[in-house]
């Protein structure tokens, strides 16, 4: 069994169950992992608050060069790591690949962060005066990590907090703990004792208590909507900084301009990548009532020769979906959408050539309005519904109908129509003909119930860094506007 992260030392802690781990391609056990209680979460956020003091005063070329390390031994052990991904959480071999790439890549760029970011100078509003600004950590940063991407949301987390000189304690997916592990343990070694802690478990034993706790200035979490709310709702009295990656019900617009060939291809990326599983996943597609039969006949045919299996398999497309609870949510949306009135086109059954696993037929679906639960609420699996609109006047109102402004598509050569797009749409990224592409350099996050904070770029450190302004009058001389007046 592996075993938790606490304070540099492996052990069991005080967990007495443990967790299955499976592999969604083959419902087989691959391991288990202890399933931690509130005591294993406290000494976590102990041993981290004590390695606090000594981690955010390492100078910055020293903790640069220890999240460079970090990103060395990460590339030493990418294939093991790889493949690690693949077998708990199902992504094929190039999404897995690309994954461990951004991980990589996400230690590196924060590294040089940490050594050049540490506040600005400001005009003085006197010449006897000097202020400046200075960025300090929060302290204890808890991070909350989902399962879809385990180690890619992990490190866009503890890279910038760990860089602008927080400590970090982790609660891992209960479906995805053992390549977080597993990277602590090759990665992360050379950290001083206390500044990363892993702490394996369920959210209300494990992770509620570091949003209530005092030493936890800040909670960083992504995943849904309820539980970021339920988040908010016991930190509010704390008054924590908090850092929330919500839900998206991302749309995309093919403008009638488009060459059909690539969108279809950019759509069927943006929509089934890691199975659908991808908070900017496009979950709602709008094209233009002109060429809506081609497009989707093309659609439809390009899907069709989409290939399913277990990700270790050289030939997959698609993986499985992580579990069969999550699976049957997807089907219930299709449900809802058909007894409403929409058509399936194809796709939305389980394969019966794969008899183990949680895999899903991608489907496409039309026919639907923004009445139904598949155009309203996440998803989160291999569905693409198709409607179609009559200008771009409805084409940004249909965009902008929805609680969620994680992030959204559009396909066109008109630069017409991309100006008005990304000036009116109301969401966190704008993609325009390169769908769910991310930029390291690049804040990326929501608007609206998506959730509050960036991540990646300068946006993504600053999050956490609180600033503190320094107004020093130099020469000390008594002010004629003191009293007595």
Known sequence: MNKMYINGEFSSGHAKEAIPVIDPATEEVISEVPQGIEKDSLNAVAAAKSAFDIWQKMPANERAEALHLVATKIRDHHDELVKLLIREEGKPIPESDEELWWVEETFDYYAEIARHDR?????????????????????????????????????????????????????????????TLRMVEVAC??????????????????????????DVR????????????????????????????????????????????????????????????????????????????????????????????????????LGPMIRDRFRKKVEDHVKDAV???????????????????????????????HSMRIMRDETFGPVIPLMAYRDFDEAIQLVNDNKYGLGACLMTQDAKLVKRYFEEVHAGTIWINDPLTDNFAGPFGGMKMSGLGRELGQEGYDEFCQVKHVHWDIEGKFKDYWYPY
């Open 119 to 179: 506040g600005y100078v400001i005009p003085p509003g006197d010449p006897d005066q000097f202020n400046f600004v200075l960025k300090e950590p929060w302290g204890v940063v808890g991070c909350i990590v989902p399962w879809n991407f385990p180690l890619l949301l992990l490190a866009w987390k503890i890279a910038p907090a760990l860089a602008a000189g927080n400590t970090v304690v982790i609660k891992p997916s209960e479906l995805t703990p053992l390549s």
């Open 189 to 214: 070694a050379h950290l001083p004792p206390g500044v990363i802690n892993v702490v394996t478990g369920y959210g209300p034993e494990v992770a509620e208590p570091w949003v209530t706790h005092p």
């Open 218 to 317: 800040m909670i960083a979490f992504t995943g849904s909507l309820a539980v970021g709310q339920r988040i908010a709702g016991l930190a509010a009295p704390m008054m924590k900084k908090l850092h929330l990656e919500l839900g998206g019900k991302d749309p995309m617009v093919i403008a009638p301009d488009v060459d059909l060939d690539i969108a279809v291809s950019g759509l069927a990326y943006s929509a089934l990548l890691n199975t659908g599983q991808v908070c900017t996943s496009t979950e709602r597609v709008y094209v233009h009532e002109s060429i809506f039969t081609h497009f989707s006949e093309k659609l439809v045919d390009f899907v069709g020769k989409l290939r399913l299996g277990n990700g270790l398999d050289e030939n997959t497309d």
């Open 339 to 369: 007894e409403a009135g929409a058509k399936v086109l194809i796709g939305g059954d389980c394969p019966a050539e794969l008899e183990r696993g949680f895999f899903l037929k991608p489907a496409v679906i039309v026919d639907v309005d």
